[in-house]
């Protein structure tokens, strides 16, 4: 039961995730400029590195970009938990106030 769940959140997470990073942030102007000056970048650094290096570089872009997933994915699933908490905490802060 505990690993269905877990699969299913699992699940829930990336699709949202998936979701989000692909409606929402495109639709962000200061994601989109960011996403703009980035890839300027990386055109400036590959005029100036050997072709033979570049391997390196598209490598080291997916490692981040590795890593930026799993830290949404956490943020997320932090986030998620922290609003179940805060919705415990404060239906038993209405449940109080209602039985005084």
């Known amino acids: 039961m505990v690993k269905n769940l877990r699969a299913y959140l699992h699940d829930f997470i990336a699709m949202r995730t998936e979701e989000i990073g692909s409606s ?6 200061g994601y989109r400029e960011l996403s703009e ?18 391997p390196i570089i598209f490598s080291y872009e ?13 943020m997320y699933k932090r986030g998620l ?6 919705n415990r905490r404060l239906s038993g802060v209405i449940v109080s106030e209602d039985d005084s």
């Open 24 to 29: 929402v942030l495109k639709q962000d102007a």
């Open 37 to 54: 000056e980035l890839q300027s970048l990386l055109k400036e650094i590959f005029k100036y590195v050997p072709v033979d290096r570049h």
């Open 62 to 74: 997916e490692k981040e970009q590795a890593q930026m997933a799993l830290v949404i994915e956490m």
């Open 81 to 86: 938990i922290d609003g179940v908490y805060l």
